[in-house]
């Protein structure tokens, strides 16, 4: 049975040193740009037309990817997040109609200002891996996961699938900004593997430094940060801190750094390891532009998009 990195070359791809903050570990992985693809400036999100509706814009001559569940929020209007990725050609328009509303009581339609971007949590993205539900044309598909994944939160009586409630909170938007800061990009910083304490739970990785500054803030904090402060909110995670190795006071700080180190090394290996034997269930292509293709991948715990350009891998996003 294949495995991720069977799939997924790592040639030229490096892990960085490890990043940790409160229960979220986060390993940088540093390398050069992956293929030809438009800058991310390129791409505007334009409108939502209908209900279930995205439209973006790409300036680019080279093809533009929408990142995997990309969400937008904007004021007094029906938020929208994406079932996937998506691609769209150099000098055109595209509009996703399999795209999900994230708000059950809101109507109006989005505008290309005044709104927030951010990336849908981690228990979101995964009830989007079906790839009938992904190409459902139903705006409100997502509204059941939604509903069950702000149960026990407290944050409203009405039981209402309104995802807002959640990001809209004044506690919550301020651990959703911590995140953000404490996880910044390093030089050269294309991708990451993300773990909650020493569960891998996702594995990002971007076309380009450039991308990777973009997009970034919104997966830490819509995505991954949103889904830990949500299971701490919950009571559902338990400290998970790293047991370093003992250092007596007896030690130089030359062989303390060193042990350091060499700890740190160790642990970064084992835990890339760990993300690259998950075995890939199953690969289906999902959308075919030209050159550009996206497959969607399903693994024994969740999965995720993958998008090659020429047949090589220039964007994977998968939530673990």
Not at 33 to 53: C, H, Q, V, W
Not at 243 to 256: A, Q
Not at 303 to 316: I, N
Request: proline letters at 4%; a negative charge; one cysteine or more.
């Amino acid at each position: 049975m294949a495995s991720i990195f069977d799939l997924i070359s790592f040639e030229n791809i490096e892990a960085d040193e490890i990043q940790n903050d409160d229960e979220m570990t986060v390993i940088p992985l540093v390398g050069p740009k992956l293929g030809d693809i438009a800058k991310p400036s390129s791409l505007i999100f334009e409108r939502t037309t209908t209900y279930g509706s995205m439209q973006f814009l790409n300036q680019d001559k080279k093809p533009a990817i929408v990142p995997s569940h990309f969400m937008v929020r904007g004021p007094s209007a029906q938020d929208h997040a994406m079932s996937g990725s998506g691609v769209v050609i150099g000098k055109q328009s595209r509009t996703f109609n399999d795209s999900c509303c994230i708000e059950q009581s809101q109507g109006g339609y989005l505008r290309s200002q005044g709104n927030v971007h951010d990336v849908l949590p981690i228990t979101l993205r995964k009830a989007l891996l079906s790839k009938a539900l992904r190409h459902e044309q139903s705006y409100q598909k997502l509204w059941p996961s939604i509903t069950v994944w702000l149960g026990g939160l407290n944050l409203s009586k009405s039981g209402q699938a309104h995802l807002n409630f959640f990001y809209n909170d004044k506690n919550v938007k301020e651990h959703l900004e911590q995140f953000a800061a404490a996880f910044e990009p390093v030089q050269n910083q294309i991708g990451a593997i993300i773990f909650f304490g020493r569960d891998p739970v996702g594995f990002e990785i971007m076309s380009s430094h450039d991308h990777w500054m973009t997009y970034w803030k919104y997966l830490i904090r819509g995505c991954y940060g949103a889904e830990l402060l949500r299971l701490k909110m919950l009571g559902k995670i338990a400290p998970t801190g790293f047991l370093l190795p003992e250092l007596s006071t007896r030690m130089s700080e030359e062989k303390m750094s060193k042990t350091l180190e060499t700890f740190t090394n160790k642990l970064t290996k084992e835990m890339v390891e760990m993300v690259g034997s998950v075995p890939i269930l199953k690969s289906e292509t999902v959308d075919l532009n030209g050159h550009v293709e996206t497959k969607l991948i399903t693994t024994d715990r969740g999965g995720g998009d993958v998008v090659l350009q020429d047949s090589k891998p220039v964007y994977v996003s998968l939530v673990l």
